[in-house]
């Protein structure tokens, strides 16, 4: 495994991101595990964090013109991804978010920040459903822009709906790439060499089994 994949696993149960055990997900499975950016709450932990992202972006190669971040929790992401690809790898990179009702007075809009132009690259937490996604996709498109990719913070692999995942039916939708700082196999290699988690290992990958791609 990566180092900085392995950082990132630590990093995420040290914040209280990624916990084991036993949780019933929206979609009403039942998961031995749960992760959750929202839970990011200080500075350093989000400046830590846009550094995952970061690297993730820059060693994807993926061409962009401007971040953007959906309301809500993409916002912290994407301005602190903007931070990070700026101190950590020279790239200033414009970033923006949208609000969630549009502003009617002052410069009105619906964006706030760059304008969206060329290629957008999203930055989000997970993808689930895929439903948020869409949206921004739909939104990018509206403003003349065209997507340049998705960047989330961990790839589930699970199945949506069908045998694909939402992450495949979104790249095969929109001819766009879908990029993950880790991924749940990334997740198992990192529980198999831990002391602490192997007790969660074989849950783990029961559940890969079961709703895995």
Known sequence: MHTHKHAFFE?????????????????????????????ISSGAALAALGGFYASAIAESGLRF??????????IPLAAAAAIALAQQHGHDAPYAFNRKEAKTHGEGGEIVG???????????????????VNESLELIRRHGARPAGVVISLDRQEKGQGSRSAIQEIEAANDIKVIS?????????????????????????????????
């Open 11 to 39: 990093f995420c149960i040290r914040q209280g991101v990624l916990k084991f055990g036993d949780f019933v997900l929206k979609s009403g499975r039942k998961s031995p595990y749960f992760f959750n950016t929202g839970l």
């Open 181 to 213: 700082i880790a991924t749940l196999s990334d997740l198992l290699d990192y529980i198999g060499g831990s002391k602490q988690l192997q007790a969660y290992a074989d849950s783990v990958q029961r559940y890969r089994e079961e709703y895995g791609i």
């Open 114 to 132: 760059a304008a969206l132009r060329g290629g957008v690259l999203i930055v989000d937490d997970v993808i689930t459903a895929g439903t948020a």
């Open 65 to 74: 013109d401007v971040l953007f971040g959906p309301a809500y929790k993409g």
